[in-house]
C-alpha cells in the first residue's frame, strides 16, 4: 500500500485503492475473530445504556446518559459466574458497575476522573453506609417544609464562562437560596442535598446534554445557528428538587416490616474509589488482585465530559483551569486532546505501544485520516490526533488490565465502533487484537442485536452503514 503521509496530493484513485486496502484488512481480521462474534438478543440498547436504570430505585436518580444499566452487569457475572472476589471498573462513571457488584456480595474498585462521577458515587457510599434516621427525618422535613424558601442565606452559584446564562433570574436566585440552606445541614444531609440539585441542574436550565456540547435553548439569549433550539419544558426549581428529593426519599424509605435504611437488601461488598486518571492510577495498582474488569471506556467518538458536565462542574466549584486539566487528562476522546507521553506516565508500556505500532489495521486508518487532514477535507483536524491517541492509550489500560487481573479472570468491555470520513474503524476488533498480544484469549465478541447507524452527518455525505454495538469478553492467560 503506498504511504499516504508521503502523498501530497491524492487523486480519486489512489483514494479508492487504500480505502480498498483498509476493507480488506477489516475483512482479514473480521475472519481471524468471525469464531468469536455471538449474536446476544438479549443485549438490548436498553440494557446496555442508561434506559434500564431509568427505574431502578437508587440508579435512577442521576441521568447519567454514558452508563450501562446496572441489569448488564448483573447479567454478565450470572452469566459467567462470578459470584465472590474483587470487580475492577476504571472508567467508573456514575458507579453502576461498582454498585452492581457489590450489591451480588462482591467487592469493587472504581477509578473516576470525573469530579461528578466521584461525587454520585461518595453520596451513594455515604447514603448506604452513614446515613441514619434523623437524616432521613431531616430530609422528609426539607420536603415538606420546603427549608430553602425560609432562609436568607445565599450562596453565590459558580459559574464558567461557557455556563453563564444557563438558568433564568428566578431559577439562579433558587439555586443561591437552596444552596445556602443546604450549608447548615451536617454533613450527611448536605452531600444529600447537594447532589439532589446535581439531578435537577440539565432540567432546570435553558441546556440540554447533546453529545460533544451543551446544547442551548432560544431563551438563553445564546446565538445558536441558524436554527433556534426549543428543548422543550424547563421544570420550575421547587417542582424539580421536590420530585427529587422525594424519588430519594422513596428509594430510602423501608417498608413497615423492614430496619434496614434501603428499601432494597443492604449491599454485601464493599466499594473504593480511586480519584484520577485510570492511566496514572492502573500502574499504581497490584498485580494479579482482581477477578474481572467491568467497564465502558469513553467512546471514541469526541464526546467532550467536560463540556456536557459543565454545569455540574462548575456547581462542584472546579475552577476553569480545573476543566481545562480534566479534558486532557481523559483518554483522548475528544478533538481538543493533546497527544500523551505514555512512556513518561510509564516506561514499562512499550509491549503496548508496539501492540499498536504492529497492528496493520490501524496503521492504514490513521496514514489514510493523516493525508485526509493534509487535503483539508476533515471537519476537524484533530480526529487524526485523537484517534492515535485513544488507541495507544487504549491499549496501555489493556496492557494494565491483564496485569492487575488473576489468572483466568474476565474482563468485559462495552464500546462502540464509529465511523470517520467514510471509513468505519472496527473499535472491537482492533481492541481485541490488542488484547491477544497483552495477555488475553478472546472469548467472545457479543454483539447486540441492532446495530446504531453512523451520524447524520456521516450518512448524508456516505450512506447509511450500520456500526456494532458490543460487549466484548476477553480472559486472561
Not at 210 to 231: A, E
Not at 292 to 309: F, G
Request: charged share 25%.
Amino acid at each position: 500500500m503506498a504511504s499516504l503521509s508521503s502523498v501530497s496530493g491524492i487523486t480519486p484513485e489512489v483514494k479508492s485503492d487504500v480505502l480498498r486496502e483498509i476493507e480488506n484488512l477489516d475483512k482479514q481480521l473480521q475472519h481471524h475473530f468471525q469464531t468469536k462474534f455471538l449474536f446476544q438478543p438479549e443485549l438490548t440498547r436498553s440494557l446496555v445504556s442508561f434506559q434500564a436504570n431509568k427505574t431502578r430505585p437508587i440508579y435512577r436518580w442521576y441521568k447519567y446518559k454514558e452508563a450501562f444499566s446496572a441489569s448488564l452487569v448483573e447479567l454478565l457475572l450470572q452469566k459467567y459466574g462470578l459470584n465472590q472476589g474483587k470487580i475492577l471498573d476504571p472508567f467508573a462513571g456514575s458507579g453502576t458497575a461498582l454498585f452492581a457488584a457489590i450489591d451480588l456480595g462482591l467487592d469493587a474498585d472504581g477509578i473516576e476522573l470525573l469530579p461528578i462521577g466521584q461525587q454520585i458515587i461518595e453520596t451513594k457510599k455515604v447514603l448506604n453506609t452513614e446515613f441514619i434516621a434523623d437524616d432521613l427525618a431531616r430530609l422528609k422535613t426539607w420536603l415538606s417544609s420546603q427549608i430553602w424558601k425560609q432562609t436568607d442565606q445565599k450562596l453565590c452559584l459558580p459559574e464558567f464562562r461557557i455556563t453563564k446564562g444557563a438558568y433564568s433570574t428566578e431559577h439562579k436566585r433558587a439555586i443561591e437560596q437552596y444552596l445556602g440552606a443546604c450549608y447548615q445541614e451536617n454533613e450527611r444531609v448536605r452531600e444529600v442535598l447537594l447532589f439532589a440539585l446535581l439531578c435537577i441542574l440539565e432540567s432546570i436550565s435553558y441546556t440540554r446534554k447533546d453529545g460533544q456540547y451543551l446544547r442551548w435553548d432560544y431563551r438563553s439569549g445564546r446565538r445558536q445557528g441558524k436554527n433556534p433550539f426549543n428543548k422543550g419544558e424547563v421544570l420550575e426549581f421547587d417542582f424539580a428538587i421536590t420530585n427529587k428529593i422525594n424519588e430519594i426519599i422513596d428509594d430510602l424509605e423501608p417498608p413497615t416490616h423492614q430496619t434496614e435504611l434501603f428499601s432494597v437488601k443492604r449491599m454485601q461488598g464493599k466499594i473504593n474509589l480511586y480519584k484520577g486518571s485510570c492511566l496514572k492510577i492502573l500502574p499504581s495498582l497490584s498485580d494479579a488482585t482482581y477477578d474481572a474488569v467491568i467497564t465502558s471506556p469513553p467512546y471514541c467518538n469526541r464526546y467532550d465530559y467536560t463540556r456536557t458536565y459543565a454545569l455540574e462542574l462548575a456547581l462542584l466549584d472546579i475552577s476553569e483551569q480545573g476543566v481545562i486539566d480534566l479534558r486532557q487528562e481523559m483518554l483522548s476522546c475528544t478533538v481538543e486532546n493533546r497527544s500523551k507521553d505514555l512512556l513518561n506516565i510509564n516506561q514499562n508500556w512499550n509491549l503496548a505501544i508496539e501492540a499498536a505500532n504492529s497492528q496493520p489495521l490501524l496503521q492504514a486508518i490513521l496514514s489514510y485520516l493523516d493525508n485526509q487532514k493534509l487535503q483539508g477535507v476533515l471537519n476537524n483536524n484533530g480526529i487524526p490526533r485523537m484517534i492515535r491517541g485513544y488507541f495507544y492509550e487504549m491499549a496501555c489500560v489493556i496492557q494494565e488490565c491483564s496485569r492487575v487481573l488473576k489468572p483466568g479472570a474476565l474482563l468485559f468491555i462495552v464500546n462502540d465502533n464509529v465511523r470517520y470520513s467514510g471509513i468505519s474503524i472496527s473499535v472491537d476488533m482492533l481492541l481485541s487484537d490488542f488484547a491477544e498480544k497483552l495477555g488475553f484469549i478472546v472469548e467472545n465478541i457479543l454483539i447486540l442485536p441492532s446495530d446504531k447507524g453512523n451520524s447524520s452527518q456521516q450518512m448524508g455525505n456516505y450512506g447509511r452503514d450500520p456500526l456494532r454495538k458490543c460487549v466484548y469478553v476477553w480472559k486472561k492467560i
